[in-house]
């Protein structure tokens, strides 16, 4: 290949890759905002559906139990992990009540059979 020919081959995949690129001069035009319509509610909507199928939990302020003598070293260990995490302090102690194994299982199932009912799974399955 002569050096012309090299230089016009040059040029020409220059073009050619120059006209695949595809080049915007100014600023793009703004993409237009949905405009906000008003969620239906009442019967037949989903906000209507979604309290019938999803069960929220209660939120309060504690048990009610006052914490008896000091907290028990295992307690503040985990306590102090708890801080450390989420970045907060505890304003009040923690009411410490020992379960035994039985009782945590079966108040860990019991809590679990109302966040996650078994004819709500039933329709899900359904869909």
């Known amino acids: 290949m002569t ?20 080049f915007t001069l100014g600023t793009p035009p703004p993409t237009p905002e949905p ?3 008003p ?14 199928l999803c069960e929220a939990p209660k939120s309060g ?3 009610g139990v006052t914490p008896e003598g000091p907290t028990p070293p295992a307690i503040e260990t985990v306590e102090e992990q708890v ?7 505890y ?7 020992p379960l035994t194994q039985e ?11 109302k966040t996650y009912p078994v004819d709500f799974y039933e ?3 359904e869909a």
């Open 83 to 89: 801080e450390t995490v989420r970045g907060l302090k």
């Open 35 to 37: 405009s906000p319509s």
């Open 61 to 63: 302020s504690g048990s």
């Open 91 to 97: 304003t009040s102690h923690v009411a410490v009540t």
């Open 3 to 22: 050096r012309r020919g090299g230089i016009a081959a040059w040029f020409a995949g220059f073009a050619l890759a120059m006209a695949a690129c595809t």
């Open 123 to 125: 329709r899900r399955s």
């Open 103 to 113: 009782q945590i299982d079966r108040r860990l199932t019991k809590n679990f059979d």
């Open 39 to 52: 969620v239906p509610t009442g019967p037949g909507s989903a906000a209507a559906a979604m309290e019938t």
